[in-house]
């Protein structure tokens, strides 16, 4: 069926469709809207699940985290200085292997205070040991979360996932959306509980750990993690079958066929970008574009494959890691670290508080680097664009 829905309103419907058991939630803004809608589906009866209302972002994911023990299939809601506040709680969840799904509606972090987006709120969660998955628009925020239990709850990977679109220009913003039947999902994903406590018998979990063990509890940790991309890969796949949308598992190439010039991105920005290079291409310009939907764990060796022969690499990144520049170019530079005849890494910093970034923008980003590259210039650590 299709429907006008907005980020919200499509992560909403993918929780329905996923039969999540309980939603812990405090309200914050982009993101309750999701919440809302959650509880209306609770209300008519359309969905059988227990809404827990807490005091604080903190107490929503140690909620979820309680359920997700006992065997439930959880939603948490956030974004900014919510998931910042959660901070403490999202290591231990994933360090306990819990399939614990949330939706991160990307809000630049205060001060000064914002209520617009950039990834500056996940990104600074990128060592807490969750899968980090982004989201080009609002079809793949619905079919993302409905993958993200599929992913999470694999025997492979037992992590948590969060899913990560744009406050406003993604939570607000309405488009036409695929939303699949009931009976196509129930068979994609089927209630799979295992449960590590016995509500009748409750015991200690997360007990202390000494040097004996707990190093060997962060190599499997890591392991899983970064095995997350294939399992990834292969749910995105089977997803694809049933729908006709398959949104490339970890990354995504587009026009990367004989494309000397590649930009990377992630998020909202892979739409503008594809705009950009189907113009640059009308002109003559060999662009192509690499769309990175996994920021945890970070596809290493899909990127180097993607990346193999071009001639320059463009990353645009919607944060800031404050003293370092953008993260999503200092992942890509490691990647092709050491490989032969790797390309330059142009970077540059856009969009931040929900700056606008056109397409326009985008190809003079694109021009700009090509200069640099015609000079023999070398890229600079970071650059930043559309400063006022």
Not at 23 to 33: D, G, H
Not at 223 to 246: I, P
Not at 290 to 313: H, N
């Amino acid at each position: 069926m299709r429907e006008l829905l907005n980020g919200n309103e499509a992560a909403a419907e993918a929780a329905r469709l996923a039969r999540i058991e309980v939603l812990a939630s405090y309200p914050i803004t982009p993101a309750a809207p999701v919440m809302e809608r959650l509880t209306g589906f609770i209300a008519q009866g359309t969905l059988k699940a227990r809404f827990i209302r807490v005091e604080s972002d903190h107490s929503a994911l140690a909620a979820a985290a309680g359920a997700a023990l006992a065997g439930g299939r959880t939603l948490v809601v956030t974004n900014s200085q919510g998931i910042a506040y959660m901070s403490e709680v999202l290591y231990h969840v994933s360090g306990l292997r819990l399939p614990v799904v949330m939706a991160v509606v990307n809000r630049a972090l205060a001060a000064p205070h914002s209520r617009f987006p950039d990834h500056g709120d996940a990104v600074a969660q990128e060592a807490c040991g969750w899968i980090q998955l982004f989201c080009e628009n609002n079809q793949e925020v619905l079919d993302t979360v409905i993958q993200a239990y599929r992913l999470a709850e694999d025997d492979r990977v037992r992590l948590p996932v969060m899913v990560n679109y744009e406050s406003y220009i993604q939570s607000h913003t309405r488009e036409v959306v695929e939303v699949p039947e009931e009976e196509i999902i129930d068979g994609f994903l089927p209630l799979n509980r295992r449960a590590a406590l016995d509500v009748d018998n409750p015991r200690a979990i997360n007990v202390v750990t000494g040097p004996d063990l707990y190093m060997d509890y962060k190599y499997r940790q890591d392991a899983a993690l970064r095995g997350a991309a294939k399992v990834l890969a292969e749910v995105s796949g089977e997803y694809g079958r049933l729908t006709g949308r398959n949104w490339g598992g970890p990354v995504e190439g587009y026009r990367l066929q004989e494309a000397g010039h590649v930009l990377v991105t992630m998020g909202s920005l892979v739409s503008t970008c594809r705009e950009a290079v189907d113009q640059l291409r009308a002109a003559g310009e060999p662009a192509g574009l690499l769309k990175i939907r996994a920021f945890r764990p970070f596809p290493v060796e899909e990127v180097r494959e993607y990346l193999k022969g071009v001639k320059t690499v463009t990353v645009l990144d919607k944060n800031i890691v404050y003293g370092s520049g953008g993260a999503l170019a200092r992942e890509v530079r490691a990647a092709l670290y050491g490989e032969p005849e790797a390309p330059p890494v142009f970077s540059y910093i856009a969009g931040l508080g929900g700056r606008d970034v056109t397409s326009a923008d985008v190809c003079k980003i694109f021009g700009l680097t090509q200069e640099k590259r015609r000079a023999g210039a070398k890229p600079p650590a970071f650059e930043w664009y559309g400063l006022e």
